[in-house]
């Protein structure tokens, strides 16, 4: 159980392009789903929280304009780089879990991207 | 300050050589320590989560413990497959989660 999945795993793209990434619940419903960014040999990064049919939380830092976070049902949420640059280049994962505040949070399995 | 610390950051051992993975913890109103371990270009995958001092958990070779300060994630004669980046997450009284850096272990067969 508890199974997150993310698509697509890895992608490439041209600077000025828009990319998005979607996160599932598979087996569970998830009112809250979270949005890390890794750089290599790093720890995770938190970019934003979001509740299922509200706006995310972003953290400090973090662009909403640049970061388009939708939570759009309780098994879906979906991350957009919008006009990507090659500093956008990382390791983007996302966590969900089912709302209760000390719950885990489950990850999906990445998805790298790489803007040229 | 809120902050985790894990050391080593890194740790090679011989297969079957036994050891423990230190994460030191300054949280105020801790509602949760969490063990999470993460191979290369993967997500992190879920291990443990310890809520009060004393608490102790296992999961094959692994144990976690958990002090007022401190964490330990003990791993008895480890195999190859063992080898990953293991990484530690403390909730604070406001359920946020601070990571530590990791410690990344490597076993030697």
């Known amino acids: 159980g508890a199974v997150v999945s993310q698509h697509p795993s890895r992608v490439i793209c041209k600077s000025g392009t828009s990319v998005k990434i979607e996160c599932r619940s598979l087996d569970f419903q998830a009112t809250t789903m979270f949005w890390y960014r890794q750089f290599p040999k790093q720890s995770l990064m938190l970019m934003a929280t979001?509740?299922?049919?509200?706006?995310?939380?972003?953290e400090q830092g973090v662009e909403k304009d640049k970061f388009l976070i939708n939570h759009a049902s309780l098994t879906l949420s979906t991350l957009t780089v919008t006009s990507a640059h090659p500093e956008d280049s990382s390791f983007y994962i996302c966590?969900?879990?089912?709302?209760?505040?000390?719950?885990?949070?489950?990850f999906g399995p990445g998805t790298r991207l790489l803007v040229l | 300050e809120d902050q985790v610390t894990q050391s080593p950051e890194a740790l090679r051992l011989q297969e079957g050589e036994s050891s423990s993975l230190n994460c030191s913890y300054t949280v105020s109103g801790l509602r949760g320590l969490f063990w999470y371990r993460q191979d290369p270009g993967k997500g992190p995958e879920f291990l443990f989560t310890?809520?009060?001092?004393?608490e102790e958990k296992e999961k094959e070779r692994l144990k976690a413990t958990l002090t007022k300060k401190e964490s330990f994630l003990h791993i008895t004669a480890p195999k190859p497959e063992d080898s990953a980046t293991y990484l530690c997450?403390?909730?604070?009284?406001?359920?946020?989660?601070?990571w530590g850096a990791g410690t990344k272990l490597i076993i030697k067969p």
């Open positions: 997450a403390a909730m604070d009284s406001n359920y946020q989660l601070i």
């Open positions: 966590s969900a879990n089912t709302g209760t505040f000390q719950e885990t949070q489950y």
């Open positions: 310890l809520y009060s001092a004393g």
């Open positions: 979001s509740n299922e049919g509200s706006k995310a939380t972003y």
